[in-house]
C-alpha cells in the first residue's frame, strides 16, 4: 500500500509515549489554519485587532484548525489506517504567532471491543514554554493485524 | 439573573436549527486543511492508498465544522451568518455576553466524503446554576450538534460545553496585555472560541 506504514494494535502498550512534535508557529501558520478551517475573524489574520480588541500579544491559532494539528499528529503515530473515533479537547490557553508549540502524547489504554476493533485512547496536549495550552483525550482505532481495516468498519461493527 | 427564564428551560431537549451547508464537502478544502498542518498522510494525497482503505477520497474527521461555516458574505442574506445558534440565545436570553468554550467533544461516524452535503441540528442539553470562577459570574451549558450527509447517516456527534458570564469589575484590556499572564490568555480564548463559533454555522 504505497509503502505506508501502518501501526497494529499489538505494537500498542499503556504508557507507551508518542514521539514529540514541534513546531515554530508563524503568523502564516495562524492565518493559513484559519483559512483552512474558514474561520474569518480578525484575531486570526490581524494583529492590531488581536491586541487591542482581545488584549492579547498576538494572532493565535483557531481551535478548528488546532482540532486537526491533533489529528495530524496522531495518524503520523498510526499510519493511515488509523481511524478517529473520538477526540475530546479541553481548552486552557492559546498558542500565538511566535511560540513553539511542542504535541506530546501518552497511551492510557489498550483494548479490543466486542466487534473486534482495535482501540488506543492518548492523552495529548500541546504546550508552549512548558505549559499546556489545550489537552485532548482521543480513542484512536488501529488494525488488529496487517490484514484489517479499521475504515471498512460500519453499523454494528464500528463503535467509536 | 437567579432564575433560568422558562423559556430557555424549555429549550432543552428540543432539536433547534436544523440547517444544511452551503456547499458539497470538496477536495480542495481538504488538502488545505492538510497543507495547513503539514498532514501528509497518504490517505488525503495519494488515490491509490485511498481508494484501497475507504473505498475513495474522504476528508480528515476534524474538519466537521468545515463544512457548516457560513461564508462571510453571501447574496441575499442580511446579517451576520451564525454558528451555533443555540450558544447566542443563552448569551442573550441570560444576559451573559462573555462566552468560552470549555471543552468539546466529536464522535466519529461514517467518513465524510466530496459530493457530501452536511446537514445539522442542535440541542440544548443542560444549563448549570449560577457559578463564579476566575472568568466572572455565569452558568455552563452544554449543546450537543448532530451532523448527517445527504442519505441521513450520522457522521460526527459534538457535544460543546460553553460558559457565559459576565466579567467581574470590566477592567481594561490593555491591562491584560501589560500583565502578559493567564488572564490575557484566557481573554484571548474567550474572544477566540466565542467568536470562533459566530463564523461558524
Avoid at chain 1, 488581536?50 to 482540532?67: C, K, M, S, Y
Avoid at chain 1, 511542542?102 to 489498550?110: A, D, I, L, N, T
Avoid at chain 2, 437567579?2 to 428551560?9: F, G, K, M, N
Avoid at chain 2, 429549550?11 to 436549527?17: A, L, M, S
Wanted: hydrophobic fraction near 35%; glycine fraction near 10%; proline fraction near 6%.
Amino acid at each position: 500500500m504505497s509503502g505506508a506504514q501502518n501501526l497494529t494494535i499489538d505494537r500498542v502498550k499503556q504508557g507507551q509515549k508518542l514521539p514529540e512534535l514541534g513546531c515554530a508557529v508563524t503568523a502564516t501558520t495562524v492565518v493559513l489554519g484559519a483559512l483552512a478551517t474558514r474561520d474569518w475573524r480578525p484575531m486570526h489574520h490581524d494583529r492590531d485587532f488581536a491586541q487591542v480588541r482581545n488584549g492579547v500579544r498576538d494572532i493565535f491559532l483557531n481551535t478548528p484548525n488546532l482540532a486537526h494539528w491533533f489529528e495530524r499528529y496522531l495518524t503520523d503515530w498510526t499510519g493511515p489506517k488509523g481511524r478517529p473515533g473520538r477526540m475530546k479537547f479541553f481548552m486552557r490557553g492559546s498558542v500565538f504567532a511566535g511560540d513553539q508549540m511542542v504535541f506530546r502524547g501518552e497511551v492510557k489504554q489498550v483494548e479490543t471491543d466486542a466487534a473486534g476493533c482495535g482501540w488506543a485512547t492518548i492523552d495529548v496536549s500541546v504546550s508552549v514554554e512548558g505549559q499546556v495550552m489545550t489537552s485532548c483525550t482521543a480513542r484512536m482505532a488501529l488494525p488488529t493485524a496487517a490484514d484489517d481495516n479499521p475504515w471498512r468498519r460500519r453499523g454494528e461493527a464500528w463503535k467509536p | 439573573m437567579s432564575e433560568i427564564p422558562a423559556e430557555v428551560t424549555g429549550w432543552i431537549g428540543q432539536k433547534r436549527y436544523p440547517e444544511e451547508s452551503e456547499f458539497d464537502v470538496e477536495r480542495g478544502y481538504v488538502l488545505t486543511a492538510c497543507s495547513s498542518v503539514e498532514n501528509g498522510n497518504p490517505l488525503y494525497w495519494d488515490e491509490k492508498v485511498a481508494r484501497e482503505l475507504t473505498g475513495g477520497w474522504v476528508a480528515p474527521p476534524s474538519m466537521i465544522s468545515v463544512w457548516c461555516r457560513p461564508h462571510l458574505y453571501s447574496p441575499g442574506r442580511e446579517g451576520e451568518g451564525l454558528a451555533l445558534k443555540v450558544h447566542f440565545d443563552l448569551k442573550q436570553k441570560l444576559g451573559l455576553p462573555e462566552a468560552i468554550m470549555s471543552e468539546d467533544e466529536l464522535v466519529f461516524h461514517a467518513p465524510v466524503r466530496p459530493g457530501d452535503r452536511v446537514r445539522s441540528y442542535q440541542i440544548l442539553r443542560a444549563v448549570s446554576d449560577l457559578k463564579t470562577t476566575k472568568l466572572g459570574r455565569g452558568r455552563f451549558w452544554t449543546i450537543e450538534v448532530f451532523y448527517e450527509n445527504q442519505k441521513g447517516e450520522l457522521l460526527v456527534e459534538e457535544r460543546i460545553t460553553g460558559f457565559g458570564y459576565n466579567r467581574p469589575g470590566g477592567e481594561a484590556e490593555p491591562s491584560a496585555v501589560r500583565q502578559g499572564g493567564e488572564a490575557a490568555a484566557q481573554r484571548g480564548e474567550a474572544e477566540r472560541s466565542a467568536s470562533g463559533r459566530r463564523d461558524a454555522k
